[in-house]
């Protein structure tokens, strides 16, 4: 198989370069209240079967028979009780715009788009967290949203803004692609300044390419999918494909310390990043060359990246290109359990040849990934699929509830693809691995696509869930994945969840001497009085289990306002405090005053 | 107030509800002595296993062992410092395995249940189980690995474990056993075809052995393969007090939880009650100085006669599993874990150890509180008050009246329902002939009358072994009225300070009995409590005040611990006036039960003969030790113990405040004469095993 499309998004682009209106309405095409595209979305047809409306995914229009009866079963919800959200931002529920004057004054005469309008200010009021979903379909009241919205243009715009911003002391909070997942972009309810979010949307071109070098200049408001269909047309790539990249943005991957499904090929944003600018209170912050790898005391970039918008704007990023691979393979490998297929990740990690993307789903990921297949047209097919599962579960002994299943995805010049291949299925071998063909492979990563889009779709039936990940050594993998999984199960049930949670985790990145885990997490609200705070209580103590476990505060979705608490016993209490130094150094008034991280 | 400020601890799950009755014990020799055993031993046996895990191997859990990065690890360091090759220190290992591993083979496990059947009816009336303990117990050994912790009185607990475990269909529990029943070689083996494993009973400085040792126990706990059964008190306690808990082994349970390896363990108590313990009058022996028989299996053959004995009943309580998960909450930081390989063994963080010694000890007390207490532990409370006997009378209007006060303070009693109080008396009696007797309407203790003309110290030595048989009953009822005792004796004899005067017995005696490490505080607050409930004291503001009605009481307790007191004050003035400078730790415990035997024999009015006890003995001299009333210092290969002597001096002063033995001293002994050679002498002929038949 060439290199068609997992790229579901194919035929995707949010990228507006408006240029006269004063609004950027991005809830235009985008949902106010839910992932992704207002066009695309989940539903349960007339006939009970789930089908995938639009017509931006590959999943488009495919009845997938299967997925009700995994939805009831799993959860003990019926499509018969809905719990449908709001359909229309109610502007009263919206706090009015406390402006100050004179920075808007100050502000027109720059030239500078802005808009205080409802709507706008909502929609960058939050990320994507349940809590604030679930308050959005709930229609809440809000407690505090941005006042205005600022659309800068290019780096210069950013300097006169924060310039102004410091002037008349005015809360800027950078926006990118509003993807985050941990009350970053929440705005402090105790903030009494006017609070500007700085919306780097318009700062989305390619600036130049060095094609010598193999880099690229891009302005940092681009989103992910903009920036690979851009370079792609030259011949380039970025190869960073964080799971939000059809919205994401550069800047918010740096701003986190984002990771890419391919960073075994082309490294996490860190190893990307060639030069980075950032606009701050005390001026802008950026290196004077080019040069690869430097010993000028520790690196400056690293204050910047995980930053999380409290020390100013990253505006423009040099970063790495590649030539866009020749040849690209899915594939699958079916174990009988976790622990083999936990432990054929290790080897692989240890041989060093992890594929492009190599990642392990657990049993109930298999089984919810199962509940996607869309409908098989032919009986033939149907046959063929029949054969496969006796051949593994009969044939093969595989317990249906025990098997779990890794996919992968391998990039390079043909040749290399198909001999790194056989090196993978040979190490999975070793531990009962079985080739399990490229279409499993493929449907596991549409699933990472689409998950978002499946919450918005429990959520009309009285189903909360969520993700988090963690990073961790690797014997201790195993442990920390049952130890959650138990953990929640536990708390649920103590806090009075009716139904049983689906608890699923998956290995999604390989590294020397450990791994990056993903859990989700999901169930039945049905019978609790406030499910976003029974929720936010379990996830709480998920958090604690991994930590007591060995695991990260966060590999790559960083910690925002959600995770603040841990950060002390995470970096010791030094460590906060040289952070704290470098925020009071760069933003001594607090102008960039989103409050995370510290 | 007192009452509010009273803790419910943990320790009050199963003794504070004063209505624990014994209702929800089931008899499991009754259906024995309606059905047939062999079918009973034949019957399917299928228990449900943790998360249904496939029972493993023995040969599948040694390779387990053997190829663990833990074990791998120990191997090389040893090989390193030993300059031997890993091989052979694997091939030690192997063989150290060899010998530990249990065998478990259900044919045996069979043989047991039939065999097993066909004793307990003959010995015992009844053996009841509490059904809720064993539908909790099969509900924890699915969930999570699981710890069974049984008190430990008799030989008989560990057969008996297995058993009731195999009658209601549970998984057959891996028992942690001493080395010494290895001796006995086809009983030995029976054992470890019955699920024992053997370990040596000292192997301090043996890292391998240590390594295979814990690495077996985990292993068997992470995979969940069958519950780990053990000994917290470490051996049987010959006084039926329980024993100050070991860590060793429950350092080894827990660290999984710890280290993450597991998400949970459960921490089973269990407390056996014998009515009539099958060793009780061994055990008084051998706190006398006589040495245990060698476990060997001519030995138990000729215990056959045992069989023609009635031993009452049995009580078998399976506690609430104890979560260590919710121990340790806020407790232990597992994270400090996170930064150590978990496979290479390092000792315990402070944090953990202090949480542990704390979890063994409410463990024991959680053991304590679920012992049901029959009648007769009243009974011998009261004569051993009552050494010249008592109205038969008075011991039964006496022991009506201290069941009324150990249910107020919700002791586990199996008091016959709608019996006339003299029957019960007389029928705990009855099975108790051997210790007590009526004559002419008075109830004394019997003492054992030896062949031949008794010379003063055998007569001595038989009045013990009655003193100590009938006190390793009233022992079941301690951990009930410890803590306001100690209050008792505090306010009576020692009031200056109440709370000061409390805490030196608290920290006196607290290798004596139960004390967890840290609750002083508590234990007072319980003991005011207690004392206030009952009316034998008011606490107007903050003063202890006792009552009129509490004259009974408190002297009742002051007399309950009137043995310990005397005992340690023994001790003391034997250390102060006799013990020579150069007294090793080995002449300790000879040389003050020959003090002890002197005195008595000179002065022939003294009556603490729990003094004799080398339990006693060793207690009173750790309580110094930890005082720093005496230090021990090693030379050459001996270790001395060094007397201050003003320390134990002003010990036994706080002591002794009213006490006759202060008196003994005044006894003139002519001078010049060593007391502890006379002693010697007398005591050689006196106390050798040939004596007794």
Redesign the interface.
Known sequence: MGRSSVRVLAAATITMTLTSTVCFPRQEIMKWNGWGYSDSKFLFNKKGQAEFTGKRYSILGMVLPSLQDWFENTFGASVNHKSPATPALNASAVPPASLNEAFVEDLKATGIPFSHEAEDRVFRAHGHCLHEIFALREGKKFERVPDMVVWPNCHNDVVKIVELACKHNVCLIPYGGGTSVTSALECPPEETRCIVSLDTSQMNRILWIDEKNLVAHVEAGIIGQDLERLLNESGYCTGHEPDSMEFSSLGGWVATRASGMKKNVYGNIEDLVIHIKVVTPRGVIEKSCQGPRMSTGPDIHHFILGSEGTLGVVTEVTMKIRPIPEYQKYGSVVFPNFEAGVACLREVAKQRCAPASIRLMDNEQFQFGHALKPQVSSIFTNFVEGLKKFYITKFKGFDPHQLVVATLLFEGDRERVLQHEKQVYDIAATFGGLAAGEDNGQRGYILTFVIAYLRDLGMDYYVVAESFETSVPWDRVLDLCRNVKERINRECKERGVQFQPLTSCRVTQTYDAGACVYFYFAFNYRGLADPVHTYERVEHAAREEILANGGSLSHHHGVGKLRKEWMKESISSLGVGMLQSVKDYVDPDNIFGNRNLL | SVSSSFPFSLLSISSSDETNTIDGFEDILEERRNSSDLKYALRCYAPVLYKGVTPCKANMLKNIVLQSDQLHYVINQVSQESGEAPDIIQEEASVILEEMAHRLQISTVRFFAFALSKAFKTLFQHVCVNEEGIQRLQQAIQEHPVVLLPSHRSYMDFLLMSYILYTYDLALPVIAAGMDFMGMKFVGEMLRMSGAFFIRRSFGGDKLYWAVFSEYVKTMLRNGFAPIEFFLEGTRSRTCKSLTPKLGLLNIVIEPFF???V?DVNLVPVSISYERILEESLYARELLGVPKPKESTSGLLKARRILSEDYGSIHVYFGQPVSVRSLAQGKV???T??LF??HIPRKPMEETQSFVNDTAYRIVRLQEDNMVLKPWVLMASLLLQNLEGLELSVLTEQTVWLRGLALSYAAFLDWPDHAPTAKVVSSSLALHRGLACVSGGRVSLVVGEPLGPVTPEEALFNRAVSVLSCASYRNQVLHVFLRPAMLAVAMLHLSDEVYNCFSFLWDMFSNDFILCPGDIVQDFEEACYLLVKTGAVQMPQQDIVMTDIGQPTLSFFNGLLEPFLQGYQVVCRYLCEEASEGLTEKQYIPAVRSFYSVLCVFTGNLRCYEVLSSDMQKNALAALLRMDAVRKVKVADQVTLIVNKMAVNSIDDILGKNRMISHINQTQISPGLSLVAVAEDLYRDGLTPSYIR
Do not use: A, D, M, T
């Open positions: 280290k993450g390896e998400f930081n597992r994270s874990y996170n390989p978990r």
